[in-house]
């Protein structure tokens, strides 16, 4: 007779996610519990982390669930998350790098001066993920969230945070979901230099009904065609495309297969990816570039004083 599949094959493990108080990050949060894991969810809003906290407890009422408020934006933020998440989870299985925004009409900076956007997806989950390299078992799944714009994304590496001009909101975001990207291939190839088991897996959910538009910073200087396609884009994210558990199973395939290698890139299998089951995807042409990934982390680095060799321990191959 075959063998039944195991139903729970994240039990006892935990698995990190950020921006998981709604959307993307809380359908990830329920598909990766439906496994079995114990779940540590991550989000700037304090309130609705707590609902999203006491739903999944009801739900899953034999796992931990825990919060933690942090603010992928702000440097002081996330080093104080980090700090108390490794001071109260002994060992994280799966980091899931999901927080982000749709940038606003205004160009808006954080404390550090970079554009926002850019700020949380890419420079927040940089620091995210280096600070919390220490804590993370010997095999973990280090998984990271693009877009479908990916494909068609540019990145002007003497630009990044708009000083020179030209901001315009889609180049944003097509901006920050390449970075995230090219980050998480460069991870890989690092971790793989260095001997670690780790895997470093870039994801993307297709079309999804996702909360972005319902959270995009709004501005009193926004006009009033920059309102009405802030409401639109509001209503069209909320009712268009998968769902948020359609669109995280690219990323439960990443925490739950062991057959997907570090360095892969998975989304919708459908039409123009948009939808359908996951499966490893190519990178868009600048995604592939080594040399701009390199030049990327580099610049990262400058920027958040951090490098794979202040890290202490991270595990290690045999």
Same mark, same amino acid.
């Given at each position: 007779?075959?063998?039944?599949?195991?139903?729970?094959?994240?039990?006892?493990?935990?698995?990190?996610?950020?921006?998981?108080?709604?959307?993307?990050?809380?359908?990830?949060?329920?598909?990766?519990?439906?496994?079995? *894991? #114990? !779940?540590?969810?991550? @989000?700037?809003? %304090?309130? +609705?982390? &707590?609902?999203?906290?006491?739903?999944? =407890?009801?739900?899953?009422?034999?796992?931990?669930?825990?919060?933690?408020? *942090? #603010? !992928?934006?702000?440097? @002081?933020?996330? %080093?104080? +998350?980090? &700090?108390?998440?490794?001071?109260?989870? =002994?060992?994280?299985?799966?980091?899931?790098?999901?927080?982000?925004?749709?940038?606003?009409?205004?160009?808006?900076?954080?404390?550090?001066?970079?554009?926002?956007?850019?700020?949380?997806?890419?420079?927040?989950?940089?620091?995210?993920?280096?600070?919390?390299?220490?804590?993370?078992?010997?095999?973990?799944?280090?998984?990271?969230?693009?877009?479908?714009?990916?494909?068609?994304?540019?990145?002007?590496?003497?630009?990044?945070?708009?000083?020179?001009?030209?901001?315009?909101?889609?180049?944003?975001?097509?901006?920050?979901?390449?970075?995230?990207?090219?980050?998480?291939?460069?991870?890989?190839?690092?971790?793989?230099?260095?001997?670690?088991?780790?895997?470093?897996?870039?994801?993307?959910?297709?079309?999804?009904?996702?909360?972005?538009?319902?959270?995009?910073?709004?501005?009193?200087?926004?006009?009033?065609?920059?309102?009405?396609?802030?409401?639109?884009?509001?209503?069209?994210?909320?009712?268009?495309?998968?769902?948020?558990?359609?669109?995280?199973?690219?990323?439960?395939?990443?925490?739950?297969?062991?057959?997907?290698?570090?360095?892969?890139?998975?989304?919708?299998?459908?039409?123009?990816?948009?939808?359908?089951?996951?499966?490893?995807?190519?990178?868009?042409?600048?995604?592939?570039?080594?040399?701009?990934?390199?030049?990327?982390?580099?610049?990262?680095?400058?920027?958040?004083?951090?490098?794979?060799?202040?890290?202490?321990?991270?595990?290690?191959?045999?």
């Amino acid at each position: 007779m075959p063998q039944q599949q195991d139903a729970t094959p994240l039990r006892g493990k935990t698995a990190v996610i950020t921006g998981a108080a709604h959307g993307l990050g809380f359908g990830a949060a329920e598909s990766l519990a439906l496994l079995g *894991a #114990d !779940l540590v969810l991550v @989000d700037v809003q %304090a309130q +609705a982390l &707590a609902e999203a906290q006491a739903r999944m =407890s009801v739900a899953f009422p034999r796992q931990r669930i825990s919060g933690v408020v *942090a #603010d !992928l934006a702000e440097p @002081d933020s996330i %080093a104080k +998350a980090a &700090a108390g998440l490794r001071r109260d989870i =002994s060992t994280v299985d799966i980091l899931v790098n999901n927080a982000g925004i749709y940038p606003p009409s205004q160009l808006r900076r954080n404390s550090e001066g970079h554009e926002l956007t850019f700020a949380i997806a890419h420079l927040g989950h940089f620091r995210w993920t280096h600070l919390l390299l220490p804590a993370l078992s010997r095999s973990a799944r280090i998984i990271t969230v693009s877009s479908l714009v990916q494909g068609g994304a540019r990145l002007r590496l003497d630009n990044l945070d708009f000083t020179a001009g030209g901001y315009q909101p889609i180049v944003a975001y097509r901006q920050a979901k390449l970075s995230c990207l090219l980050f998480a291939l460069e991870l890989q190839r690092k971790l793989a230099d260095s001997g670690s088991l780790l895997r470093s897996i870039a994801v993307h959910p297709g079309v999804c009904r996702t909360t972005l538009g319902r959270n995009r910073p709004r501005s009193a200087g926004d006009a009033l065609l920059q309102r009405v396609s802030s409401e639109l884009l509001a209503w069209g994210l909320g009712h268009f495309g998968q769902t948020p558990r359609e669109g995280a199973q690219s990323i439960v395939m990443a925490a739950a297969d062991p057959e997907v290698p570090g360095g892969a890139f998975l989304g919708p299998r459908g039409i123009f990816q948009a939808f359908g089951r996951p499966a490893q995807q190519q990178p868009g042409k600048a995604a592939s570039n080594e040399e701009l990934a390199r030049a990327l982390w580099q610049y990262s680095e400058r920027v958040t004083g951090l490098n794979l060799a202040s890290v202490p321990a991270v595990p290690q191959g045999a």
